[in-house]
């Protein structure tokens, strides 16, 4: 008879069910040395065998400690662990705390919330810069047309390259210039600056690529070249229709073709939209809440008392650590995600693990992926290429963004003190002093505290404080 045959099962006399028990009781693990895990079951006629293993198998006189076993939370076995309880539990214990607060906060001082937060009469005189905003697409277009000549070698290279210079350079000023003359609300002149600021963006990536593809297709060693390069192809044409997709696509480094998915997902975009619109309502509402009065009973921080000025600071961090994040979530997860599913793009890593960041390089590095390939791309590596230093290159990599985030904080606000520029700059020295205590105590955790409270804690609360207090001086003395 075959091995594989199945024994058949015994009929019990009593009540004339079935048992196969000729094998093991599935309920019992006869796998570990420690024990043998027993279910019990209802009385039903089993054989001795099967009643000593049911109940006789774990003895007073078995070893209960066979090996060396650590505590869970011991130095050498606390990273072994899997810590999900304890992340929930600072979940729940977060929420009851900040419900706590917000309750109270409400009792105290009410609702402060009112619409001139999203809509208020001074915003119909916003029209002019809605309508710089509605013409910045002039300028790729006319990028457009200087590569079409260079392509097809109606003027000089040289020609092309100062054309794109002068182009470039208005599709910055002209925003700033509007902005200056109009006295518009701050927000509708952040949207602008921001709008500006990737248009400039996407504008010299699209005439760097194309430069550099020329430069390519012109070099006697091209071949040479073209074997070098394995995405060569990708800019190998100027293309209206590519030009169009890059200029709304959530991307700033230019190219013919990107990876594409297959469909887009209504409801899934749907959903986004939803939580898009919730966190945005909750920015508002942290900011009503709880920003705008503490920056209100507050005095400089560089005119007054030092311990008053880091307890108002203190105070600050907690709910603007809320709002950046919320921004965060917002912008880089749900609406790049959005647009990117709209447009049906395929390369969505648009952050990394930033909140892991050892160093404050490695956070620039994680933090905003677009803007990351596009300094990588365009300014990094072309410094090098040029024999400037390292060291050189990366100051350039900084100063860049530091002159983006003034521009777009201090043109709303109609006040040039350079606290973004300088709060920018000031990465540099600090991301050389997290380079050297990660590397002097081997420890990830050193450097990502201090990324959390120089950044986070004490750097973005103290430019609110100082932006806040120049502007309302500026307005008391134009009044």
């Avoid at 024990?35 to 209802?42: D, G, L, Y």
């Avoid at 208005?170 to 925003?175: D, E, V």
């Avoid at 909750?282 to 920003?291: P, R, S």
């Avoid at 410094?383 to 521009?407: D, Q, S, T, W, Y």
Wanted: hydrophobic fraction near 45%; charged fraction near 15%; charge should be positive.
């Amino acid at each position: 008879m075959s091995s594989d045959v199945r024994r058949r099962p015994i009929t019990n006399a009593a009540d004339g069910t079935s048992d196969s028990s000729s094998s093991p009781s599935p309920d019992v693990d006869f796998n570990s040395n420690d024990q043998i895990a027993v279910a019990h079951r209802k009385p039903n006629g089993e054989n001795d065998r099967r009643r000593s293993v049911m109940h006789y198998a774990y003895r007073p006189c078995t070893p209960a400690h066979n090996r060396i076993k650590e505590s869970p939370l011991s130095s050498d076995a606390i990273f072994k662990q899997s810590h999900a309880g304890l992340f929930n539990l600072c979940i729940v214990v977060l929420v009851a705390v900040n419900s706590r607060l917000i309750i109270e906060n409400l009792m105290k001082y009410g609702l402060l919330i009112n619409a001139n937060f999203w809509f208020s009469s001074r915003s119909l005189r916003d029209w002019p810069l809605l309508m710089c905003c509605l013409s910045l697409p002039v300028f790729p277009l006319a990028a457009y047309i200087v590569e079409k000549f260079a392509w097809t070698k109606r003027i000089a290279d040289s020609a092309a390259i100062t054309l794109h210079i002068i182009i470039t350079t208005i599709a910055i000023l002209y925003p700033v210039f509007m902005i200056m003359r109009f006295d518009s609300a701050v927000l509708s002149g952040v949207t602008l600056m921001l709008f500006a600021c990737v248009n400039w963006l996407k504008l010299v990536s699209f005439v760097h690529a194309n430069y550099d593809m020329r430069m390519l297709v012109n070099s006697a060693d091209k071949e040479k070249e073209k074997s070098a390069s394995s995405n060569i192809e990708y800019f190998y044409d100027v293309n209206f229709n590519s030009l169009a997709y890059f200029m709304v696509a959530p991307t700033l480094c230019y190219q013919i073709t990107y990876p594409r998915t297959t469909c887009i997902r209504k409801g899934w975009v749907l959903r986004q939209t939803i939580k898009f619109i919730i966190f945005t309502g909750v920015m508002g509402f942290i900011i009503e809440q709880y920003i705008n009065p503490i920056v209100r009973n507050s005095r400089h921080p560089l005119k007054g008392d030092f311990l008053y000025a880091i307890e108002r600071v203190l105070k600050l961090s907690v709910p603007n650590l809320y709002v950046w994040l919320c921004m965060f979530y917002c912008f880089f997860h749900l609406w790049l995600n959005i647009l990117a599913e709209v447009l049906r793009f395929g390369d969505r890593e648009f952050y990394k693990d930033w909140w892991n960041a050892q160093t404050v390089d490695e956070y620039w590095r994680l933090w905003n992926m677009p803007v990351h390939k596009w300094m990588v791309r365009h300014i990094y590596f072309p410094c090098l290429r040029i024999g400037i230093p390292k060291g050189g290159a990366h100051l350039i990599a900084f100063f860049m963004p530091a002159v983006f985030h003034e521009l777009c904080i201090a043109v709303p606000c109609h006040i040039f003190k350079f606290w973004a520029f300088l709060g920018i700059m000031l990465q540099v020295p600090l991301a050389l002093v997290t380079d050297f205590l990660q590397r002097k105590f081997q420890n990830s955790m050193v450097g990502n505290m201090m990324f959390w409270c120089f950044f986070c804690i004490l750097g973005q609360p103290m430019s609110v404080l100082l932006y806040y207090h120049d502007l309302m001086n500026r307005k008391v003395n134009t009044k």
